[in-house]
């Protein structure tokens, strides 16, 4: 089984303490704090085992292991370059780890970056796909579709779900996002944060077992972030199991389980919020987290 | 009156007041622009009118050979835009299967589609459509004429076209591959369902292009005995030693139809500008 590389605390949530594998051997949670959300014994929905990452020699990630259990939303942080959004496009295979393995619901790969063009590897990756959807920055919907065509086009042509069903999951998805009345627009009339909640309902309707998102609010308009956070916010208190990039600190405390904090590739620090937004431990992330407060507070509190 | 509209011009206590200059600047430019077009009408008018005075002045221009002989030649019309039109569908064919071999990363596939853009570039469009009709009969394979000429016309086009088509294709934003990809979807299914269908938007202007371009080189098909414009037209005037009349009218024609098309093709592009898929 996994070796814990880090463990702060053992974890009590309720029937008894970690997880319980097959052979009956009780591990401790790496990170401790699966949250309330999870009952103990429950399988994770995503484990990545020492994930690295070459970019030529530039050495990304050097070794990420991470367990998310379902209903839980993850916040991954850190500075930008840190390697947190090739973590989160490794998780998926849109980057093609270069050491390491990645579970999603069940489904495992291994990473083969010598023999990533082959057609079963390939296939194998489509099945992550199928399992961990993603939320891009920059939204990309197709801009030739209309906004529920954009929708079902995976569900029709992947999943080759029915067309009529397809609409109806789709159409539902839609609302929760609020979006029905722009059932029929182009992705060129609707405002950024109406693109990126599009997004997300592309995403949702191909039911899948984690949703991704990359820094989701970065290419917004400020004025645009919060109906694109709220939406999250529901998803994340619904139960959807998620793994955010995002410097949205407000977001972290108020949605996420467990944050972590990556730096240079590898996790420094990772807890609940409370503890590694409000609390932390490592120097490196209160130094990240302190320019975030100098940015917020400036304002108020030193008149200039 | 006032109501939604401004009261610039409205005499205020009886006393007439200037334009605001954002009008008056306005109004200044859209006269010029008429006065451009207006000067640019009279020069073509000038122009055209004394080449066709020049022409008449020749007396070499007979009304009554004419008036039997160019409704014939026009009457190639028909076989030109079809030559042409045809020629222009199974290029893009070629162009598309052109491009993905191009920028397919699979050796043997972008090996042959580099030599067909090269082979076809580098050698003479009328050698290959003479090629197609004179030299393949010597190997059993005769072809009917429009065959011919259609095949050699898409061929050569669809080479030219594959560069255009390649560079059409790369301008998708590679989000919208991994937004493809992401959702689950092969390689050939993004091709056929996200970029295609955008690369195919982007290209509409240089189709148009081709097409015009097309046109005029479908004159030599004329090499295969089709009876298209210029075949009509170099026939009758070599027969009735008068190819300057002829000559003449095939020239007319296709200059015609080449503001006819460029006409059609800037209503699309203003229709692709207009529309509500932004790329």
Not at chain 1, 17 to 46: C, E, K, N, W
Request: hydrophobic share 45%.
């Amino acid at each position: 089984m996994t070796a814990p590389t880090t463990s702060s605390s053992a974890v009590s949530t309720g029937r008894g303490s970690g997880a319980v594998t097959d052979d009956g051997r009780t591990v401790r949670d790496p990170y401790a704090a699966p949250g309330a959300l999870t009952p103990a014994g429950a399988q994770p929905i995503v484990r990545l085992l020492g994930v690295e990452k070459y970019f030529g020699t530039n050495h990304v990630l050097r070794g990420c292991t991470l367990e998310v259990y379902p209903r839980e939303t993850i916040c991954l942080i850190g500075r930008s370059g840190s390697g947190k959004s090739t973590l989160l496009r490794c998780i998926n295979f849109l980057e093609e780890p270069t050491v390491g393995s990645v579970e999603v619901d069940g489904f495992r790969l291994e990473a083969d970056p010598l023999h990533g063009r082959d057609r079963r590897h390939r296939e194998q990756i489509r099945q992550i796909r199928l399992r961990a959807q993603m939320v891009f920055q920059e939204f990309n919907l197709f801009p030739h579709m209309r906004v529920i065509d954009n929708l079902i086009a995976g569900p029709i042509r992947v999943k080759g779900v029915p067309r009529r069903e397809a609409i109806a999951t789709a159409e539902r998805y839609l609302a929760k996002v609020g979006l029905m009345d722009k059932r029929d627009e182009y992705p060129s009339r609707l405002s950024g944060g109406q693109k990126q909640r599009v997004a997300i309902a592309r995403a949702l309707t191909m039911e899948p077992s984690v949703l991704l998102f990359d820094e989701p609010t970065s290419a917004l308009d400020p004025t645009l972030v919060g109906e694109v956070l709220a939406v999250m916010e529901d998803l994340a208190h619904e139960g959807v199991t998620m793994i955010v990039v995002t410097h949205e600190m407000q977001f972290a405390r108020e949605a996420a389980d467990r944050v972590y904090f990556i730096e240079d590739g590898q996790f420094a620090e990772a807890g609940p919020p409370e503890q590694c937004i409000d609390n932390p431990n490592d120097p490196r992330t209160r130094r990240f987290l302190a320019r975030f407060r100098d940015a917020q507070f400036r304002d108020v509190t030193e008149p200039a | 009156m006032a109501i939604g509209g401004t009261a610039a011009h409205q005499p205020i206590g009886g006393v007439e007041r200037p334009a605001p200059i954002v009008e008056q600047i306005a109004a200044a430019r859209a006269r010029s622009r008429i006065r451009f077009r207006v000067v640019f009408a009279l020069t073509w008018l000038v122009l055209v009118g004394g080449l066709a005075l020049g022409i008449a002045a020749t007396g070499r221009v007979d009304p009554e050979f004419l008036s039997v002989w160019a409704p014939y030649i026009v009457g190639g019309v028909a076989v030109t835009v079809g030559v042409s039109i045809a020629s222009i569908i199974f290029a893009i064919v070629f162009a598309t299967f052109g491009a993905l071999g191009r920028l397919s990363t699979a050796a043997p596939i972008y090996a042959i589609a580099t030599l067909y853009v090269s082979l076809v570039r580098g050698t003479p469009l009328i050698i290959q459509i003479l090629f197609v009709y004179l030299a393949l009969p010597q190997f059993g394979l005769s072809l009917p004429p429009i065959v011919c000429g259609i095949f050699a016309l898409s061929f050569n086009y669809g080479a030219y076209m594959t560069e255009i088509f390649r560079a059409g294709i790369q301008a998708i934003p590679r989000g919208q591959i991994e937004a493809a990809s992401a959702l689950g979807m092969t390689q050939a299914m993004t091709m056929r369902r996200v970029v295609l269908p955008q690369a195919i938007r982007i290209v509409i202007p240089a189709i148009g292009n081709e097409f015009i371009a097309m046109i005029k080189d479908s004159a030599l098909v004329s090499y295969v005995t089709i009876e298209e414009v210029f075949f009509r037209a170099s026939t009758t005037g070599t027969r009735f030693f008068r190819s300057f009349e002829t000559l003449l009218v095939a020239a007319l024609i296709y200059w015609i139809l080449t503001i006819m098309f460029s006409f059609v093709q800037e209503r699309i592009e203003t229709r692709l500008r207009r529309s509500d898929v932004r790329l």
